[in-house]
């Protein structure tokens, strides 16, 4: 018999809905699941167990009085450790706030709530979210389910590993380079990059940037859409947010594949480096879509010097967010934030202007390749998951990398466009480590990709070569 935290959460719902399946039965279920496998995986980094009983109960009294239900009742969802929680500890990874218990939810977790969700846990993440390997000095690192000696991805590591295992049936995660993509893929899930503005967050440092959006994580593209429910919201104090429907996303509404025009690339024209072995796992990805769209090519989107555009606009990022912690806290940050910070200084408002510049032509000449496809497909990580041990790559696809981040330009492109981008698993690797894909939609077509999304992941079900895989839990118990 499957075990509740095991259930997707679309069907975890659905037999709340129908009484089935009680909140308290499913809430228990994932306690369970955290104490049998988070002291391998180091997901979960703190729980406000008592809150959630109590309001897993009310749940399922609710289902019993036959009082109309929100779209995620009784589903224990975890938070990333870069967003406030009331009274559940909120560290940012940092050792800077490692005692922090905030006294109020900020308003998207205050969505999720009012939509249903039972905020069970936070989930680990570096410090401040700056990288893509799940480590920090408060919790140490998250392991990747598939293989213990490999990082989880970042910087929502913890929520990929933790929907993963079922520790967790959905979980919040955050994106600037790839946040949400990067672990999803490395894990083996799905996770959602929504157009910038459409998940509301106040406390902008910069009002205007395609950068930091925040979405869903969750085992399949349904679920994923399914927990838009309740982070989809208009708030004033963002100033890219704006009118939205929530509702909408509660349930996919799947195209015929066949009527689709899509394109794919593996590297941007070469301006993302990508690994030999990732390159001909991408291949036979795109080899068995042959014949399943109705138009198929390879074409390159033009990013001419995406790179340092890249650079540049990152480096101010970190400028207007931690310029006052590397100032007075330097030799405790995480080297990543101290090294934007400082490459941020070097730099000059000239500099700022010309990648502004270079951003806004790129900007147009995305949306003119987009005119007559859409969807696009790419690679899910230019690298496969690496060990602990190892740390960070210094070199992709034999090109040497002369920072932490230009691993991920086979991600970060996408961010710079602001389009909606999703990543589904795709079998494996050349290692044998999950693989993906990512897949990019129109402008502001977050429920559309949503749905193409969840067509692609049927069609990708149905071959063993391309099905989802899932961590053997026996390896995670002590």
């Known amino acids: 018999m499957t075990n509740p935290c095991d259930l997707n959460a679309t069907d975890a719902r659905q037999l709340i809905g129908w009484g089935e399946l ?40 609710a289902v019993r009085a036959g009082e109309d239900l929100q779209p995620l009742h009784g589903l224990p969802v975890g938070i990333k450790d870069l967003n406030a929680t009331e009274g559940l500890r909120t560290t940012y990874g940092s050792t800077l706030h490692a005692d922090n218990v905030p006294d109020r939810d900020e308003a998207l977790v205050a969505r999720l709530r009012h939509a249903g969700a039972i905020i069970l846990a936070k989930t ?25 000696t490999r990082t989880s991805g970042g910087s929502s590591g913890g929520s990929a590993a933790g929907v993963a295992t079922g520790m967790l049936p959905m979980a919040h995660g955050s994106d600037t380079f790839g946040s949400l993509r990067n672990p999803a893929t490395w894990c083996g899930v799905v996770g959602f990059r929504p157009t910038p503005g459409l998940v509301a967050r106040e406390g902008r440092a910069l009002n205007y940037t395609h950068f930091s959006v925040q979405g869903p994580m969750a085992r399949n593209v349904a679920d994923a859409s399914l927990m838009m429910t309740g982070l989809v919201g208009n708030d004033p104090l963002d100033a890219m947010a704006g009118p939205c429907d929530a509702a909408g996303f509660a349930e996919l509404n799947k195209p015929d594949l066949s009527s689709l025009r899509v394109a794919w690339t593996a590297d941007f024209a070469g301006e993302a480096p990508l690994d030999d072995g990732i390159r001909e796992s991408f291949q036979a990805v795109v080899g068995a879509m042959g014949g399943v769209f109705g138009a198929f090519e390879n074409r390159e989107p033009e990013f001419p010097g995406v790179r340092d555009v890249l650079w540049t606009q990152r480096c101010l990022y970190y400028l207007a967010n931690h310029t ?58 230019a690298v496969s998951a690496f060990r602990l041990d190892d740390g960070i790559p210094k070199t992709v696809g034999g090109k040497p990398m002369e920072n932490y981040v230009d691993a991920s330009l086979v991600r970060s492109i996408i961010t710079l466009t602001g389009h909606p981008v999703i990543a589904i698993p795709c079998g494996v690797d050349h290692l044998g480590l999950p693989f993906g894909v990512q897949v990019v939609g129109p402008r ?22 391309t099905a989802r895989r899932r961590p053997n839990l026996k390896d995670l118990s002590p």
């Open 22 to 61: 009680s909140p308290v039965a499913l809430l228990e279920s994932c306690l369970g699941r955290i104490e049998a496998v988070n002291g391998k995986i180091n997901a979960i980094t703190a729980m406000d167990i008592p809150r959630a009983r109590a309001e897993a109960e009310a749940a399922e009294a």
């Open 324 to 381: 006052d912690r590397v100032r007075d806290h330097a030799d405790v940050l995480s080297p990543n934030i101290v090294a934007n910070v400082k490459a941020g200084l070097d730099m000059s408002l000239a500099d700022a202007g010309a990648a502004e510049k270079a951003w806004s032509q790129m900007y147009a000449g995305f949306e003119n390749y987009f005119a007559d496809i859409d969807l696009l497909i790419v690679p899910g990580n």
């Open 444 to 465: 502001r077509g977050d429920k559309f990709l949503l749905d193409a999304a969840g067509a692609l992941e049927d069609h990708l079900q149905t071959t063993p070569a």
């Open 124 to 148: 680990n993440t570096p410090e401040f979210g700056a990288g893509s390997n799940t480590t920090n000095k408060v919790f140490g690192p998250t392991h990747n389910p598939f293989d213990l």
